[in-house]
């Protein structure tokens, strides 16, 4: 966000996304199936971003100098192995959608308008940061935390959750630690 790295930078991260986020809507298609309300309304399509990843990555590329997308790091790896691993525990599985969703419909917001702003991207580059179908950020996000207090999670359930995002939180660094690694190789190599 601080105008330091590059399209290829964005481009490698995009690419980390696309296989996290593939991973957890598919977690979430079956977990919308096997689950009953109020689970299964929280997780929302609206939300889903892997397609737009996806279109953004076939637009962002080229202009970024890569070919194809980039291999997925052991961070990311592991982080989507995590995400399978918990898809049948639904307080776990709401944890890592918490996290990720709410996260795009937060910061990610300025995040895209940074992204923007410093690599000259266009909103073809960026569509995973709009919602089209979620009209009023706020009020949507207001009306999720209303529909997470009231899944009637237990004590247990509800400590697992808070665990599980914290473990999200620490995979999700690991990505940004292994990229960082990368984008520093690339650089030395360039030299």
Same mark, same amino acid.
């Given at each position: 966000?601080?105008?330091?790295?590059?399209?290829?930078?964005?481009?490698?991260?995009?690419? @980390?996304?696309?296989?996290?986020?593939?991973?957890?809507?598919?977690?979430?298609?079956?977990?919308?199936?096997?689950?009953?309300?109020?689970?299964?309304?929280?997780?929302?399509?609206?939300?889903?971003?892997?397609?737009?990843?996806?279109?953004?990555?076939?637009?962002?590329?080229?202009?970024?100098?890569?070919?194809?997308?980039?291999?997925?790091?052991?961070?990311?790896?592991?982080?989507?192995?995590?995400?399978?691993?918990?898809?049948?525990?639904?307080?776990?599985?709401?944890?890592?959608?918490?996290?990720?969703?709410?996260?795009?419909?937060?910061?990610?917001?300025?995040?895209?308008?940074?992204?923007?702003?410093?690599?000259?991207?266009?909103?073809?580059?960026?569509?995973?940061?709009?919602?089209?179908?979620?009209?009023?950020?706020?009020?949507?996000?207001?009306?999720?935390?209303?529909?997470?207090?009231?899944?009637?999670?237990?004590?247990?359930?509800?400590?697992?959750?808070?665990?599980?995002?914290?473990?999200?939180? @620490?995979?999700?660094?690991?990505?940004?630690?292994?990229?960082?690694?990368?984008?520093?190789?690339?650089?030395?190599?360039?030299?």
């Amino acid at each position: 966000m601080g105008g330091r790295r590059s399209r290829t930078d964005y481009a490698l991260l995009l690419s @980390q996304y696309e296989r996290i986020y593939h991973q957890l809507e598919d977690s979430v298609a079956l977990a919308r199936v096997t689950s009953p309300a109020p689970v299964a309304d929280l997780f929302d399509p609206a939300l889903e971003r892997a397609p737009f990843i996806r279109r953004d990555l076939a637009n962002l590329l080229p202009v970024a100098g890569l070919d194809e997308a980039p291999v997925e790091l052991p961070a990311t790896r592991a982080y989507v192995l995590r995400i399978a691993e918990v898809e049948h525990d639904h307080a776990r599985l709401a944890a890592h959608h918490y996290l990720r969703y709410l996260g795009d419909l937060s910061g990610g917001q300025a995040i895209g308008r940074m992204v923007s702003r410093h690599y000259g991207l266009t909103e073809e580059h960026l569509s995973m940061y709009r919602f089209a179908e979620i009209e009023k950020p706020k009020v949507y996000k207001d009306g999720y935390r209303l529909r997470l207090d009231s899944l009637g999670l237990t004590t247990e359930q509800e400590e697992a959750f808070i665990g599980e995002a914290r473990l999200g939180f @620490q995979h999700n660094k690991a990505v940004f630690h292994q990229l960082d690694g990368l984008s520093r190789q690339r650089a030395g190599a360039a030299v």
